[in-house]
């Protein structure tokens, strides 16, 4: 329940103090996103990445906590008006939201979307909502709008009642024993959320960091040193064969090879691009014949507008080629001239077909050879480690300072690593109780006395 009624600053400094970050996967930092004058507040509760079910998991078990987080952030930062955006489908999900916002008397509505990818992607859940487009390159709160997570606003609520972000639920699937939703400490190696999920029977594997869509693919070999953080919601382990990974770890040399030999300019993957359905000038098909052709410099450009979801590349073109990977090529170099969007011109007319080009879950699952294992999952299992390597760089911003030495011992909820509160970046704090015994720029490890 939301406790005495909070200005702003006093909210911010709560979310500040217990290392807040979106917990949705780019790990921006709460309390710099959290700013008054927004006419709506959108709770993304569309969890669309194939085979994740952590958000569905606390919508099921912690709806009062989320509901609680959503109407303190409201009342803090005077927004009118509360959505929590979820699929329609997740029958019990909203029955358990509906019962919280009944108990709570809150105003808060929900607000169902079909089942389809990337119904979770914060500017498309945006248009779902709305009607309205983020201007290209541009942020929610500039048409008035502010989104958090689930799990963000559960750990809001949990901030405010001084509870630091301390654990993680993670989904733990694909080729495991018993996939399941994994209660662990912030900070707990890959291979011992495989364990906890009964491990794994192969002998080679590669694992998907995230979501099999947006995730990173790392071979085996990471799984010791590799500590999950707040941003982190989804491990799926798969064959290291299997054509997801094998796809995706494509050396970009031969990435532009084939896009300049076999690109036939079909454009469907500029007609499947979610941000051009909403309007946006991003057209992949045009980044891609840049690159082939060496010409029409200024359509690189577009490049700037992709959110890296993935459509292009693993369900739209024919030719098997990579206008994701190639955008985020585009994008670094860019990026380092400084270039920026200047136009956020949005196109309507873009958005006319976006409901026959909306990819059912279902159908995606499919094409990702992900159909042998479960779309579902209602087991959550703690697990506590012996050790804990807690990365320094969880989300985008300023990477955390440690605040901590080799041989300090330390407990649950200590602060171990931080920023000033007036910059873009979060605390991290110690997940379990032990001494530290390894602090370098990007990890600090813990191991339970
Ligand atoms: S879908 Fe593939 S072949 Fe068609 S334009 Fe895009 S990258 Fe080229
Ligand atoms: S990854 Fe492809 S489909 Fe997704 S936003 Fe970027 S260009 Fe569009």
Do not use: W
Request: proline letters at 6%.
């Amino acid at each position: 329940m939301p406790g005495p009624k909070l200005d702003d600053l006093a909210l911010l400094k709560l979310v500040f103090a217990a290392g807040v970050i979106g917990a949705g996967g780019a790990g921006f930092p709460t309390h710099k996103k959290l700013a008054a004058g927004a006419k709506l507040l959108v709770v993304n509760a569309a969890e669309c990445e194939p085979l994740l079910a952590s958000d569905r998991y606390i919508m099921r078990e912690f709806p009062a906590e989320i509901v609680a987080g959503a109407q303190s952030v409201a009342q803090a930062l005077g927004i009118p008006r509360v959505v929590i955006g979820t699929k329609k489908k997740y029958s019990r999900e909203i029955a358990a939201l509906r019962a919280a916002i009944a108990e709570a008397g809150a105003a808060i509505e929900i607000f169902g979307v079909e089942s389809f990818y990337p119904a979770g992607d914060e500017q498309t859940l945006i248009y779902e909502i709305t009607g309205q487009s983020v201007p290209p390159g541009g942020i929610p709160l500039q048409i008035g709008i502010i989104v958090i997570n689930a799990t963000t606003a559960l750990n809001i609520q949990r901030g405010i009642q001084g509870v630091p972000v301390t654990r993680r639920f993670v989904t733990v699937t694909g080729a495991v024993a018993e996939p399941v939703i994994v209660d662990a400490p912030v900070g707990t190696t890959v291979e011992d959320l495989i364990k906890a999920a009964g491990g794994t029977p192969l002998p080679r594997y590669a694992i998907v960091r995230g979501g099999p869509m947006m995730g990173k693919q790392f071979q085996m070999e990471a799984a010791a040193t590799m500590g999950y953080g707040k941003a982190d919601g989804g491990l799926i382990v798969l064959p290291a064969d299997h054509r997801l990974i094998q796809f995706c770890s494509k050396p970009i040399d031969q990435i532009i090879a084939q896009t300049r030999s076999i690109c036939i300019q079909c454009a469907m993957c500029t007609e499947m691009c979610p941000r051009y359905l909403i309007g946006h000038q991003m057209r992949p098909n045009r980044v891609m014949r840049s690159v082939g052709t060496n010409t029409h410099p200024t359509e690189l450009l577009d490049a700037l507008l992709c959110c890296e979801c993935g459509i292009c590349e693993l369900y739209a073109c024919p030719m098997g080629l990579s206008p994701r990977r190639m955008n985020v090529y585009v994008k670094g170099m860019l990026r380092a001239e400084g270039a920026k969007i200047t136009d956020q011109t949005i196109h309507l007319e873009q958005s006319e077909s976006r409901p026959y080009r909306r990819i059912a879950q279902s159908r995606l699952i499919e094409r990702l050879g992900l159909g042998d294992y479960p779309t579902q999952l209602d087991n959550c299992r703690s697990f506590e480690p012996q050790k804990v390597i807690i990365g320094l760089r969880q989300g985008v911003g300023k990477p955390s300072s440690p605040r901590v030495a080799v041989g300090d011992s330390v407990h649950v909820g200590d602060v171990i690593a931080g920023v000033d509160f007036s910059e873009a970046g979060a605390l991290i704090h110690a997940s379990i109780d032990g001494l530290v015994s390894e602090v370098t720029a990007d990890q600090i490890k813990i191991e339970r006395k």
